[in-house]
Each structure stands twice: as C-alpha cells, then as structure tokens.
C-alpha cells in the first residue's frame, strides 16, 4: 500500500513537540510492514539547522530535501 502523510512538522525538528515524533515512528512502522511510507512536511531551515551526519544522507530535489529509509 501507498502511504502519504501530511504534517506541519517533521523530525529532526523535535522542538516542535510530539507531532514531529509521532509522525516520524508512525511512518517507520507502516513502511515495516511492507508500505510505501513518504511523508511531506514544510522546510523549517532543514540547511541550516541540520548536523553533518544528519545532512549526510539527505539531498536536495526539485521539491526540497528527500530522505529514503528503510
């Protein structure tokens, strides 16, 4: 199954509270069972805020920083 979810925002930014967190462990868990998971979120200064090692496995596309997990 194709899983999209939408949220204002996403992990690393865990200053933003639960959202971030949940949304992160939710998606890890539905892609574990075998889903398509992508999540969507807004860029919060993702660049600027990001550590090396955090960065190191992102890039940049068309739409903004992509990540694939899992």
Same mark, same amino acid.
């Given at each position: 199954?194709?899983?999209? !979810?939408?949220? &204002?925002?996403?992990?690393?930014? %865990?200053?933003?509270?639960? +959202? +971030?967190?949940?949304?992160?462990? %939710?998606?890890?868990? %539905?892609?574990?069972?075998?889903?398509?998971?992508?999540? %969507?979120?807004?860029? *919060?200064?993702?660049?600027? /805020?990001? !550590?090396?090692? &955090?960065? !190191?496995?992102?890039? /940049?596309?068309?739409?903004? *920083?992509?990540?694939?997990?899992?």
């Amino acid at each position: 199954m194709r899983i999209l !979810s939408v949220t &204002e925002t996403y992990a690393p930014f %865990l200053e933003f509270g639960g +959202p +971030p967190v949940k949304v992160h462990a %939710l998606a890890r868990r %539905l892609a574990g069972n075998e889903n398509e998971v992508t999540v %969507l979120t807004a860029d *919060w200064g993702f660049a600027e /805020r990001a !550590s090396g090692e &955090e960065a !190191s496995h992102k890039e /940049r596309g068309p739409f903004g *920083w992509q990540c694939e997990e899992n």
